[in-house]
């Protein structure tokens, strides 16, 4: 096998996504909130295929990667393993539980990008009757998954060397402090976006530079603004690449992170992993869906070079 396997520990799940063509700051109202009752009209509906692990593999797998997925689905899962494995996507280890149904995103999406989501885990609760154990690979990533597999997971890379991406994402609040001390102590690097870095900030009781200095980066996604790779007690700012049109946020922290384990699996340094990954969520930010977008090395190269003055490859 691959020495540059990445090992993605994550969710595979379905994606309903709504579109509210409002905002939902013009109808909650904060001195209301106790008693909150709102109903949001949302003419655009798609059912699409999602989940952090597949979400990270597809681009991951799209760039030239080689992914393993370490997951569960359940009785309505095998049409969507069927499409993994149409792209090339390893799911030997998958579990199909023919008792449960597949995890299940509904994402309802107003105009400024803000989204409120209800997710129902279903066989993701069992994802750590997945084994990671004795598999080589160049990295893991922890990405939000059963609580119990994160953990699992995340000890068994440890305890065979795979260094690993410490992703807690939407299942940070699972975790207490200690649990977070132990998961981020025998991380590699850690990845969360502005949001989960203060919850983890306060949940920790570690800053940010703290956290840094636990692993070999902390990288921190800002949206519009970029994201910072903290490295000890230094931080840099990689910018957001250009965009066109924006259509969905679904999935754009994934595709970043598939394209910063891409990086990383090819030896890079965490700056110009960062960059590659700030490519990949550009390009997914103008597809509807979290899996919909068009990958070709040639394309991500001419982007990479407009947004930062140099090709990441020279094929």
């Known amino acids: 096998m691959s020495t540059q396997r990445i090992l993605i520990s ?24 106790h008693m909150l009752n709102v109903a949001f009209l949302t003419p655009r509906l798609k059912r699409e295929f999602g989940g952090c692990a597949a979400n990270i593999a597809y681009t991951l797998k799209a760039l030239g990667g080689t992914p393993t997925i370490l997951a569960t689905v359940g009785q309505d899962g ?44 279903g066989a993701m609760n069992e994802a750590h009757e997945v084994s990671a154990q004795g598999m080589t690979a160049a990295f893991g990533i922890v990405a ?8 699992t997971h995340a000890r068994q890379f440890a305890a065979d060397g795979v ?10 609040p699972m975790f207490d402090g200690a649990e977070l001390r132990e998961l981020i102590g ?41 994201c910072q790779v903290w490295q000890g007690d230094r931080c840099d700012t990689v910018a957001a690449a250009p965009i066109g049109e924006a259509k969905d946020p679904t999935g754009c922290g994934d595709a970043f992170r598939g394209g910063l384990l891409y990086g990383l699996s090819q030896g890079w340094d965490w700056i110009r992993a960062a960059r590659l990954g700030s490519v990949m969520g550009a ?23 407009q947004a930062f003055g140099v090709r990441p490859w020279q094929d």
């Open 186 to 226: 025998a991380a590699a690097a850690v990845t969360v976006n502005d949001y989960e870095a203060s919850m983890l900030v306060e949940r920790t009781g570690w800053s940010e530079a703290e956290i840094a200095g636990r692993v070999q980066a902390l990288v921190v996604t800002r949206g519009a603004e970029g």
């Open 10 to 33: 994550g969710s595979v799940a379905y994606d309903t996504i709504m579109v509210f063509d409002g905002h939902f700051k013009d109808h909650i109202l904060p001195d209301r909130v």
């Open 163 to 172: 260094p690993y991406l410490f992703d807690p994402g939407q299942g940070l």
């Open 283 to 305: 390009i997914k930010i103008e597809s509807q869906g979290a899996q919909n977008h068009q990958i070709s090395r040639a394309g991500v190269a001419a982007r990479h070079e």
């Open 144 to 151: 939000p998954n059963g609580k119990l597999a994160m953990q």
């Open 78 to 121: 095998q049409p969507y393993l069927e499409r993994l494995a149409s792209l090339g996507i390893d799911v030997s280890v998958v579990r199909l539980l023919p008792e449960t149904w597949t995890a299940q995103a509904f994402i309802t999406t107003d105009l400024a990008d803000n989204q409120i989501t209800a997710f129902h885990p």
